[in-house]
């Protein structure tokens, strides 16, 4: 089993980047093979609209898109997973522009001819809410700022996701990280790190 996990955080000795890893230790625990893309590190293009990657080419997995950079490459080892932990802090209430282009170019994952324009795009594989996903997103407003702060960072990156047909088991806002305490930090590491064995967990019971 695969488990990717995916940072929005250009701060990858942050929280954010923190938590990402504890979930992915987690999975490791219950003998997942586990890899993370920190998008700081990638060279990722902004999308220029031209839908050509989904308008084109339903045989393939994965559309063709023009600009040249890693994505197509990123593409390929996100499809090979059995699961996803999907990681941004809050940058004015929505996630990152790091995770916001990468979103926008997995636009090649779908499929919607010509003529159906005005019309929701296909999944190219339909993964039948077999894999499963972890979303974690922190801020610097409390907890208690989680509809407000949390909500539309989770509801952009869920987005995608159900038209994949990936199912989100678990979405865990971490507020206060500006000034949280060392020992709550670690409760919260705790928490992430259950929440990679509960995401291996799932995937295998529901894959049997």
Sequence with gaps: MI????????????????LLQEVLNGAESQGAS??????IKCNIK????CCRCMTTDPELEIGRCPLKDDMAQLLEL??????????SPVY???????????LERK???????KEAYATISAPRTPC????KTVMIVTGNCGDEYRELMGDPCFEMLESQLMVEQIETIEKLYVGGVENMT???????????????ETLVRRIIAEGQ
């Design 92 to 102: 004015d209430v929505s996630i990152s522009s790091l995770m916001k282009k990468f």
């Design 46 to 49: 902004h999308c220029m609209g």
């Design 78 to 87: 996100y499809t090979k997973a059995d699961g996803y932990v999907l990681a």
């Design 34 to 39: 586990t890899t993370r893309i920190d998008l």
């Design 107 to 113: 636009l090649p994952l779908f499929y919607r001819p």
């Design 128 to 131: 039948a809410f077999k894999k």
């Design 3 to 18: 488990i990717r996990g995916i940072l929005g955080s250009p701060r990858l000795k942050g929280k954010c980047s923190k």
């Design 182 to 196: 060392e020992e709550t930090f670690r409760e919260k590491l705790q928490y992430a790190h259950h929440l990679g």
